[in-house]
C-alpha cells in the first residue's frame, strides 16, 4: 500500500498541522510501502512568498518532520521540485480538468479573495498540482486534515477522468483523515481553523514554541461564558481544547470530559497546556539539533528524491504513452 501526503513550507508549523496530519505521517511508516512524504516548494509560489527565505523554509519543515519521528529509513521525504515529473503531470492532468471544478475550490476562494495584489495562475492551478502530486505515485491513502478533503476528492476525480479518457492506468486514492483533531481551531476565535497564514500569534500554538508561550497561550485560550467541560454546538473554544487534549493524550474526547466534568475552566486549561508541552518539548528539542546542519538535511532530501524520481518516472512514461505525447513507442 502506498501512502502520500504534502506539506507546504511556509514558515513555521503549528499545533494543528501536527495533531491533524504530522502524527498520521508518522503511523503511517509502519502501514505503507512506500510511505512517501512531500515538501511542497512550488506549491508555495501561487501567493506572494520571499524567494530568498523559501529554500530555508523547505528546510525548516524538513526537519521539523524528522523532529516529529518520520525516519527516512522507513519513508521517502523529499523536495517536490527535485522531482520534475510533478510540474510535468501537472500539465497532462490539466487536459482532464474542468475549470469550473477549479472555480469551486474552497481554498482557492479563500486565498484569491485575499491576495492584494495578483491572483496567479498557479493558485488557480493548485490542485491540479497536488492531483499530481498525489498520482505520480499510484496512490492508495492520502492522510491530510479536514481542510484538505476537498482537494483529495478532486484528484480521486481527475484519476477517473484521466482512466477513462486515455487508459487504466492511474490509482483513485482515498482520504484519511482523523476521527479526532481534523480541525483544530484557533485559540482566539475558535470559529476559525487555526492557520499560519491567517491566524495571529496567541491564536496559534507553533510545534517550536518554547514551553512558557505554550502555557501562556493555552491559559489564555477563548472559551465561553459557562463552565462545564464538555462539547457543544455554543462551545467552540472548550471543544476545540477537548480534541487538542484527547489527541495530545491519545484518549478519547468522552474520556477528557468525565474526568474534567466537575473541575472548572482553569484546572482544564492548565491540564491542556501540559499535555502540549509534554507532547511538543522533545520535539523542539531535536528540531533545533536537526535544523543546525544544513548539509544533513540536504542530503537526506536528496537521497528522499532519487528514491522518489525512481517511481515518478516508470508511472510518467505510462501517461505520456497513453496521451500520445513525445515519440511513438
Ligand atoms: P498545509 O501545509 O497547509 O498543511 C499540512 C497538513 O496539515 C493539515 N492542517 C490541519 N489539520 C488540522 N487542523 C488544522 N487547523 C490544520 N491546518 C492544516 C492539512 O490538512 C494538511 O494535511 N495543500 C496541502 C499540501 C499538499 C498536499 C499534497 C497534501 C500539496 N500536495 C498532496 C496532501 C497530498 C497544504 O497546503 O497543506
Known sequence: MVIFSGIQPTGRKHLGNYLGAITQYVEGQDRADPAIYCIVDLHATGVAYDPAALPGFVLDTTAMLLAAGLDPERCILFRQSDVKEHAELCWMLSSVTPYGDLQR???????????????????????????????????????????????????????????????????????????????????????AKMSTTYGTDAGLVYIDDEADAIRRKLKRAQTDSGSEVVRGPDKAGVSNLIEILAVARGAAPEDVEREFGGQGYGAFKQAVGEAVVALLAPVRERYLELRADEAALESTLAAGADRARAIATGVMADVREVMGVGPRV
Open 105 to 191: 475550490m474552497h481554498q482557492f476562494k479563500d486565498k484569491s479573495a485575499r491576495e492584494q495584489q495578483l491572483v496567479r495562475t498557479s493558485l488557480f492551478l493548485y490542485p491540479v498540482l497536488q492531483a499530481a502530486d498525489i498520482l505520480l505515485y499510484r496512490t492508495d491513502e492520502v492522510p491530510v486534515g479536514e481542510d484538505q478533503r476537498q482537494h483529495v476528492e478532486l484528484a480521486r476525480e481527475i484519476a477517473r477522468r484521466f482512466n477513462s479518457t486515455y487508459a487504466d492506468v492511474l490509482v483513485e486514492p482515498e482520504v484519511r483523515v482523523p476521527p479526532v483533531g481534523a480541525r483544530i481551531m484557533d485559540l482566539q476565535d475558535p470559529t
